[in-house]
């Protein structure tokens, strides 16, 4: 969860992680080179994407071990497990999504020392 620009600055403070109400902050920018980790009012919006994506591979994944490890498998059965396994991966997929769709938009350029600052 490093600067997609630089690879040295956080995009995250550290000791949020699983903090319930801070999970979500984040650096307005990155400490090392300056690029803003917001480029547009919104931008994130499409980080729901990613994370719709992931959690649809967690939900295939649940069903996929539940079918094997388990004879009858009932909905309340899968319902709990998904949402007990999604809740507690949920700052996981969270931060993994935004740093997923801002690595799309923000190109490596070099070290931090290399690099002109924004």
Partial sequence: MKCPRCNEGDLFPPGTFYSPSRFSEMYSACPCCGQTYEP?????????????????????????????????????????????????????????????WLNIFVHYEGPCNQIRKK
């Fill in 40 to 100: 547009e009012p919104g931008f994130y919006y499409g980080a729901m994407y990613v994370s719709f994506a992931i959690s649809t591979a967690i939900f295939l994944g649940v069903l996929f071990v539940l079918y094997f490890l388990v004879d009858e498998i009932t909905f309340t059965m899968v319902l709990t497990s998904i949402l007990v396994i999604v809740i507690g991966l949920l700052p996981v997929t969270f931060r993994l999504s935004r740093s997923m």
